[in-house]
């Protein structure tokens, strides 16, 4: 006799940036297994690979792909399969300026995506030269290896390029390599290189504020979480 099978529920969810709405499971033992091993290789590389495998298993929506999800949109999705599986607390732990170690509870539910009223994808360049970007995927952000700050800004923002536009002329950033694109960002002054910068500060974030008060020395302080990390951070 076969053993019984457990049915699992699926969720309906909107993904922040591009507004898709996603249907998914809660991660089981299985894929609990491999996020558990990523986390103990404390390898950002082999990260990645754990979340973007977790998510394709978990997600049941047709013609899903996590290779083309920004990376707070992914986040955002991971941190809901995640609490469905487990539970929305997630304790978090930090040393304090006073040397206390910290330990905070929270509540993952409450977590807020803020969006940027100013956001835009197309950004001027000159009075006749616009470029579109499109948010940066987790392999953009995670696991850069050893490049420094300046080549990875410039390949983010590279691999972010959807098109360039003058006039009436566009631009496809697939039908270009990536010299052409490299030596089109090469050719930007200080301002119009700053403009494109300001666009990924103004992508939406996952935020959290939390009041706390240190045992040790009586300071009440607010700590702001940012990004998926800080949400399971530990001191």
Same mark, same amino acid.
């Given at each position: 006799m076969a053993l019984p099978k457990l049915n699992t529920i699926l969720y309906d969810l909107e993904l922040p940036t591009s507004g898709k709405k996603i249907e998914y499971r809660p991660f089981l033992v299985k894929e609990e297994k491999i996020l558990l091993m990523a986390l103990e290789g404390k390898d950002d590389r082999e990260m990645s690979k754990a979340i973007k495998q977790i998510i394709t298993q978990c997600v049941s929506t047709e013609n899903f792909n996590v290779n083309k999800l920004a990376m707070i949109d992914l986040e955002y999705l991971f941190l809901n399969i995640r609490g469905k599986a487990v539970g929305d607390i997630s304790t978090i732990s930090f040393?304090?300026? *006073?040397g206390e170690i910290i330990r905070l509870d929270i509540d993952l539910s409450k977590v807020k995506v803020i969006k940027n009223k100013k956001y835009s994808d197309l950004i001027k360049l000159t009075d006749n030269i616009m470029i579109r970007l499109t948010p940066p995927g987790i392999d953009n952000v995670i696991g850069a290896g050893d490049k420094n700050q300046i080549d990875l800004v410039m390949e983010i923002i590279r691999d972010s390029i959807v098109e360039i536009i003058q006039g009436e002329d566009v631009f496809s950033a697939q039908d270009h390599t990536r010299e052409e694109l490299e030596d089109f960002l090469d050719s930007l002054n200080s301002g119009q290189f700053k403009k494109l910068q300001d666009y990924y500060e103004s992508l939406p974030k996952m935020k959290q504020d939390i009041e706390? &008060? *240190?045992?040790? *020395?009586?300071? &009440?302080?607010?700590? &702001?979480?940012?990004?998926?990390?800080?949400?399971f951070a530990s001191a």
């Open positions: 040393k304090h300026d *006073c706390y &008060t *240190c045992k040790k *020395c009586g300071k &009440t302080e607010t700590e &702001t979480l940012e990004g998926l990390a800080s949400f």
